[in-house]
């Protein structure tokens, strides 16, 4: 699986990309030196918070704007200054931007008509392609007699009819309800298997980031700060922003004693020591953050072999998990999220000492 | 039990409702007294003399202007016939229905230049900042300000054979001779356009700022060039504004006096000119309040056919 992934051809080359807008005091830096490398059939998305920069970025790849330095390559083609209408590249809009003055099958056969393909041939892709989105009953309705997730179905149809190499779809499913959401992320899986097509997708929902994704790029103001699969992500988030985007983490300070190869000892304020991957140079008696998911520690009574010791402060019960907030003996807030167990609840008590054990593989240093 | 409860709870929501609506209608009526200033001067100042006109047009002509009261259809006869004085012989007054056609000619001719010309005006207008948009507006609308004889003074001046177009023409060595543009049909179009040139601009500006440009890039999206995002996606979408545009332009055209009586010279008449004629020099009332009911009558056929035709793209399912 890995193997057949990372033999595939890179689709989009996004390459030293930087976009400004404006000029002089009020220009606004959008995208910073922009690296990125799309695989052929890859679901991959750009996830990050409002205004770091996704929505240019996709807008660059589609054609919308020209970037102020670096080029994109479609293949082996620089598309950099191609007008959008030259781009085998087609866009699902936020708004979906559906015509209105045309119906649903006129709006699927746009593309089509517009790239001068015969009228037979349209009328057999864009009944396929219909039939894909499941909208071949609506197919004569107006765009405004339809319903939102009927909507975003159709804009979805319009843009894979002319089967584009790649599909830029910017926050495609945010206006959607939770359960027709789902649906969508479904579907748009499907669809994606089903027609072997690019899929460039922005979200700020880190949820729907992980769950969709084969790759994600997390960005924050303009950068993009790391590339990877989401377990990868989520378990080795390189910098603390990535760690605080994605999932719950705890934010630890230690200090590097010894150093080898490999491998670094760290130690907490608390004196414990632990053996973790060197990811960079890293000196004796610097100083590192490291980052612990709150859902891979453990709890208990004895407090002498913990790694941190606490008094628990509140604690939520969620079913599945109990949530614990633990005031540690440097003063600092640590969550724990700890599975429930028939015949071990009631173990611990608002207000009792409580010993927190991390386990060396789940310390995660990050870039300062 | 349940049942019953909930339906019976239901049905005085309604009735609740029905109550409500009753209310508001006893008040919208009771706005309707409010508005009877207005429909007191519409009725005199609109409806009142259309029916005088209308009376008139089936009246005999008094020799000296005004009318005499007693009925005859000499009016209407002569809107589209004519006798000859010396023999009596009726024949169409080709003459009414040359100006005729000239002036609904020379109306959609300069209600097609206006578009022509006011289409990308607006969209330069609705594409600029929001700031300057209010500048450009505001100097779209100052020649309103301006008295329309002195306007059209201003374009004689342009057009006429020393004027300015032809001193530079000429000045360039481009042509000889001037170009006669003065006193032509040429000119009353020109002119027309000219005047009612912002009427066309606003409705279009109007329409052009509304439209939503997310989706012009949908459409260069999905492969269309300039020029087709123009003709399948922005004229459907601002037709409601090239509408109101043609209409505020096509109408006061057709209507049109000062203009053709400045730039047509007294030559070229139009149906505004055939009118005032007739009530004064004239001296034939009522073949110039029938003349002005016909022109109404023109001017409504030719909205009706235009608004269907209009229409008929928006709504039309392929
Ligand atoms: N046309 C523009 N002119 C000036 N600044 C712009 C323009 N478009 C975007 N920006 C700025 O560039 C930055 C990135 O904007 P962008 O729309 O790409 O963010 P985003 O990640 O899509 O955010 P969101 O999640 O809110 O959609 C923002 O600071 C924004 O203000
Ligand atoms: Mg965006």
Request: charged share 20%; hydrophobic share 45%.
């Amino acid at each position: 699986m890995l193997q057949a992934s990372s033999t595939r051809q890179i689709a989009v080359t996004v390459n030293a990309i930087t976009k400004i807008f404006g000029e002089g005091d009020n220009s606004v830096v959008a995208l910073e030196d922009v690296n990125l490398e799309i695989k052929e059939n890859e679901f991959f998305t750009l996830l990050g918070p409002s205004g770091c920069g996704k929505t240019t970025l996709l807008r660059l790849i589609a054609g919308f704007e020209h970037p102020t330095s670096g080029n994109i390559l479609l293949y082996d083609q620089d598309i950099t200054f191609l007008p959008p209408y030259q781009r085998p590249v087609n866009t699902v809009f936020q708004n979906y931007a559906l015509f209105p003055h045309m119906t649903v099958r006129q709006n699927v056969s746009f593309g089509l008509e517009m790239l001068g393909r015969a009228k037979s041939e349209i009328k057999e892709t864009v009944d396929s392609v219909l039939n894909l989105v499941r909208m071949e009953e609506l197919a004569n309705r107006r765009t405004s007699e339809i319903s939102g997730g009927q909507q975003q179905r159709v804009a979805l149809a319009r843009a894979l009819a002319p089967r584009p190499k790649v599909l830029l779809l910017d926050e495609s499913l945010s206006a959607l309800d939770y359960k027709l959401r789902q649906d969508m992320q479904l579907e748009l899986k499907r669809l994606q298997h089903e027609t072997g097509i690019t899929f460039i997708f922005v979200t700020h929902d880190q949820e729907e980031a992980l769950t969709m994704s084969d790759r994600l790029a997390v960005m924050d103001e303009g950068r993009v700060l790391q590339v990877g699969g989401p377990s990868e992500i989520y378990n080795y988030p390189k910098e603390r922003f990535v760690a605080e985007f994605i999932g719950d983490s705890n934010f630890l300070e230690a200090d590097v004693t010894s150093v080898n190869e490999r491998l670094v000892r760290i130690q907490f304020y608390t004196g414990k020591e632990f053996e973790v991957p060197a990811f960079r140079d890293m000196r004796v008696g610097a100083h590192v953050t490291v980052a612990v998911r709150p859902e891979q520690v453990t709890l208990s009574n004895s407090l002498d072999a913990a790694t941190f010791t606490g008094v628990i402060e509140n604690m939520v019960y969620l079913g599945t998990h109990t949530h614990y907030i633990i005031k540690l003996s440097n003063g600092s807030e640590f969550t724990a999220h700890i599975q429930n167990l028939r015949g071990h609840d009631r173990q611990f008590e608002i207000g009792g000492a409580v010993g927190i054990a991390l386990d060396p593989a789940t310390i995660q240093v990050l870039k300062d | 039990m349940a049942e019953t409860e909930n339906t019976s709870s239901v049905l005085a929501a309604q009735s609740h409702q029905v109550a409500i609506e009753a209310s508001r209608r006893n008040k919208i009526r009771n706005f309707r007294l409010l508005s009877m200033p207005a429909l007191i001067v519409l009725t005199i100042g609109a409806a009142g003399p259309l029916l005088i006109m209308l009376v008139y047009s089936f009246l005999k002509a008094a020799p000296y202007g005004g009318v005499v009261w007693e009925p005859s259809i000499d009016g209407w006869f002569g809107v589209f016939l004519k006798k000859d004085i010396f023999d009596g012989t009726i024949s169409i007054a080709t003459a009414h229905l040359s100006i005729l056609w000239r002036s609904v000619n020379l109306s959609i001719q300069s209600t097609l230049l206006a578009l022509i010309l006011g289409f990308p005006t607006a969209y330069f207008i609705a594409t600029r900042s929001v700031q300057t948009r209010n500048l450009w507006l505001f100097l779209i609308t100052i020649p309103f300000w301006t008295n329309l004889l002195i306007r059209t003074f201003a374009i004689m001046q342009v057009i006429r054979d020393q004027g300015i177009i032809n001193n530079f023409l000429i000045g360039w060595g481009l042509i000889e001779s001037p170009i006669e543009m003065l006193y032509t049909d040429f000119a009353i179009m020109l002119g027309m356009t000219y005047v009612y040139l912002p009427l066309m601009v606003l409705p279009l500006y109007a329409s052009i700022e509304k439209l939503d440009f997310r989706l012009v890039e949908a459409a260069y999206d999905l492969y269309a060039t300039r020029l087709r995002v123009l003709w399948r996606i922005i004229i459907p979408l601002v037709r409601p504004g090239i509408v109101a545009g043609s209409i505020l332009v096509f109408v006061p055209s057709l209507g049109a006096y000062v203009t053709p009586r400045v730039l047509g010279g007294g030559k070229h008449l139009m149906l505004g000119n055939l009118i005032e004629l007739q009530f004064g020099q004239g001296r034939n009332w009522p073949l110039g309040a029938a003349l002005s009911i016909f022109l109404l009558c023109v001017v409504m056929g030719a909205l009706l056919i235009y608004v269907r035709v209009a229409q008929r793209g928006t709504t039309e399912h392929v």
